[in-house]
């Protein structure tokens, strides 16, 4: 931060008084009083002018408002919470850096922001008055996603656009969105937001494209998936008013649809497109970058405490007879060895893997039944001390390494129902799921008040994950998500997302290498272990 011109907060004159830094009570000008008023006059108008700059600071702060994508689970939530503090003292510290020069009672220039007066002994004259010097400063208005619940899928924002139009679209310029994790220099942003005309529609962020056409995107611009640009939401994006009434008021003729949100940030509209913002970063704190960056992003994986136990995480592979060639031994020359407590349920009992016959005939989709039958094994047939359960497809490669570093930042005394997050309906009523995919986690809590709720499987075929999300749904449980569980393969995402990831979990074997894919993304390495040491250093340092 800046400091004032001088040692310990002292203006200087030094062109007026051939002096030390002004810090005694009184001094005695020796040079013409008319010398005096003209020197003084250049350094009160100078310093006017830099608190009518502060002070548009202030304004521009007042005129963005600043919105968490955050969650209810105790660990995020906590998170988002202390983002919110970051931003606000940021404000707060712009505040203080203001010098609003005044005229004390003897005639002197006084430093409003410390208490000081400077006396100097010379004939008053005419100054601006205190109230043209200073305004009353506000901080910038912060919101918590997870705190405007009375909107089922908030997270999906456009909900929430014709309350964000109501309460902001008078008195604001700019809705900025970020994520938890995303770090924010806030005098950097207003330097970004100023170059863009706040009176029009703007769509601002850093722009991620896919390569090729990916089932994540519904195979979206088949002939060319790079035309379409949408925004890493880790490096903030952001909306003009104009832009977020305009929305608004199409949602007032044109509700939401009951269809399924798989990805936020690439699902599109009709308005403008995105604009590329090269400030809006996902670089990591400590890079070079980083000075021309309004925004940057913590790319580390969290670690809150020591691992979990390999002992208290239990894994359950789903799988049936015409896969156990396939897909299993590649479970088994990858991540298998990372898990402690791991069982194969299948519709057929083999004893060289060995799998466990459920009893719940195999179905070609949904898996509804055999999902339930496992929850229910686990809570009464597993050591009622394993505090966690992972469901996993038996195409489903994961790091069970990371997974540990993962879960020391939740409690398992709370119901968590963990991974990918996606939607159905939520315009309309619906609800958020974890897709299956990528592997769900729950914690024992969750799966007693689950199964205790009676909310049950409409048939064995149906889809489980969904059916998941239905039940938690109605019990008042919110899921959590976590971005670093993979529905699908790391080619179905763009590069610059997947850079600053350090994934759990990936999905499908279909033309690619699984194996080469795990020991590439996932596989465990020396690195995992500095990172863990490094993470550690810095939050003791904190």
């Not at 706040?198 to 994540?216: P, R």
């Not at 020391?408 to 996606?422: H, Q």
């Not at 149906?462 to 998941?468: I, Q």
Request: aromatic share 10%.
């Amino acid at each position: 931060m800046p400091r004032e011109r001088g040692g310990g907060g002292c203006w200087l004159l030094p062109a007026l008084l051939l002096l030390p830094p002004l810090c005694a009570p009184a001094l005695a000008i020796s040079v013409a009083a008319e010398d005096a008023k003209e020197q003084i006059e250049q350094l009160v108008s100078q310093e006017f002018r830099k608190s009518g700059k502060s002070n548009q600071i202030n304004i521009e702060l007042q005129e963005i408002v600043f919105v968490i994508q955050s969650q209810s689970n105790s660990f995020h939530s906590k998170r988002a919470e202390d983002l919110e503090s970051n931003i606000l003292k940021q404000a707060e510290e712009l505040g203080k850096d203001q010098i609003v020069p005044s005229i004390s009672m003897n005639g002197g220039v006084s430093d409003l922001r410390r208490g000081r007066v400077l006396f100097l002994s010379f004939s008053p004259w005419v100054l601006p008055k205190r109230e043209e010097l200073s305004q009353g400063k506000e901080l910038p208005r912060v919101l918590l996603i997870h705190q405007m619940d009375r909107h089922d899928g908030a997270w999906t924002i456009l909900p929430l656009m014709q309350d964000f139009s109501a309460s902001y679209g008078r008195n604001s310029s700019w809705i900025f969105f970020c994520e938890e994790d995303t770090r924010i220099q806030i005098v950097k942003l207003l330097e970004t937001l100023r170059r863009f005309d706040k009176s029009k529609e703007w769509f601002l962020g850093k722009a991620l494209y896919d390569e090729e056409s990916t089932i994540i995107h519904h195979y979206a611009f088949a002939e060319n998936p790079t035309v379409f640009k949408f925004p890493d939401f880790a490096a903030g994006w952001a909306l003009s008013i104009p832009l977020v009434n305009k929305l608004a008021n199409r949602l007032k003729s044109e509700p939401l649809k009951s269809d399924f949100t798989i990805d936020l940030k690439h699902e599109k509209g009709n308005g403008p497109h995105l604009t590329p913002v090269p400030e809006f970063c996902t670089d990591d704190l400590n890079s070079y970058k980083a000075v021309h960056c309004a925004t940057m992003f913590s790319n580390f994986l969290p670690v809150c405490g020591d691992l979990v136990k390999k002992e208290d995480i239990f894994v359950a592979v789903k799988t049936c007879r015409k896969f156990h060639r396939d897909r299993i031994p590649i479970v088994k020359q990858t991540w298998e060895g990372e898990a402690a407590l791991i069982e194969y349920y299948s519709d057929y009992a083999e004893t060289s893997i060995p799998t466990i016959d459920l009893g719940v005939p195999n179905t070609e989709r949904g898996h509804c039944g055999k999902t339930f039958a496992i929850l229910e094994r686990f809570l009464n047939h597993s050591s009622s001390k394993t505090p966690w359960l992972v469901i996993v497809d038996d195409d489903t490669l994961i790091s069970i390494f990371r997974l540990r570093k993962l879960l020391s930042c939740y409690d398992p005394n709370e119901p968590v129902f963990l991974g990918e997050r996606y939607g159905y309906g939520l315009g309309t009523g619906g609800y958020s799921y974890i897709t299956g995919g990528g592997g769900m986690v729950f914690s024992r809590e969750a799966i007693q008040k689950l199964l205790a709720s009676k909310c049950q499987c409409y048939s064995n075929d149906a889809p489980d994950d969904m059916v998941l999300g239905m039940c938690f749904s109605g019990l008042g449980i919110p899921i959590t998500h976590c971005p670093l569980f993979h529905q699908a393969r790391p080619m179905d995402y763009p590069k610059d997302y997947l850079a600053h990831q350090i994934p759990i979990s990936f999905h499908k074997h279909w033309n690619v290498d699984p194996v080469k894919v795990y020991f590439t993304w996932l596989a465990p390495k020396m690195e995992d272990s500095f990172t863990e040491k490094k993470q550690r250093r810095i939050r003791e340092d904190l």
